[in-house]
């Protein structure tokens, strides 16, 4: 059974940064794109960042570029989202994704396996 489980949330002051983690089990993980995405109350969940299966390949929303950097470490199995320069905006429950796909960001398939999200809050 695949789990995916996220960490690393919590509560930050604008300008700060955290990093989340997302450790997978159950799955072959270098087989898999990873993903981030958030929900912020009362709007819809957007993919925020992508990593290929290697880390070779990655892409980014606007909003988070230049700010946020996704990374993974297939030996621990685990995807990584640092994040800095934390904004208001950026309140949210984030998640991380696995969709089997071998090739490059963005991904064009389903992803077929979703952690619980962790909470991030950021205040001014």
């Known amino acids: 059974q695949v789990h995916l489980v996220e960490s690393g949330g919590g509560l930050v002051q604008a300008g700060g940064s955290l990093r989340l983690s997302c450790t997978a089990s159950g799955l072959i993980f270098d087989d898999y794109a990873m993903g981030w995405f958030r929900q912020a109350p009362g709007k819809e969940r957007e993919g925020i960042s992508c990593?290929?299966?290697?880390?070779?390949?990655?892409s980014y929303i606007d909003s988070v570029k230049g700010r946020f950097t996704i990374t993974r470490d297939n030996g621990k199995n685990t995807l990584y989202l640092h994040m800095n320069s934390l904004e208001l905006e950026d309140t949210a429950m984030y998640y991380c994704?696995?969709?089997?796909?071998?090739?490059?960001?963005?991904?064009?398939?389903?992803?077929?396996?979703w952690g619980q999200g962790t909470q991030v809050t950021v205040s001014s």
């Open positions: 994704a696995a969709a089997l796909y071998h090739g490059l960001c963005p991904v064009p398939v389903r992803f077929g396996y």
């Open positions: 990593i290929s299966w290697s880390g070779s390949n990655t």
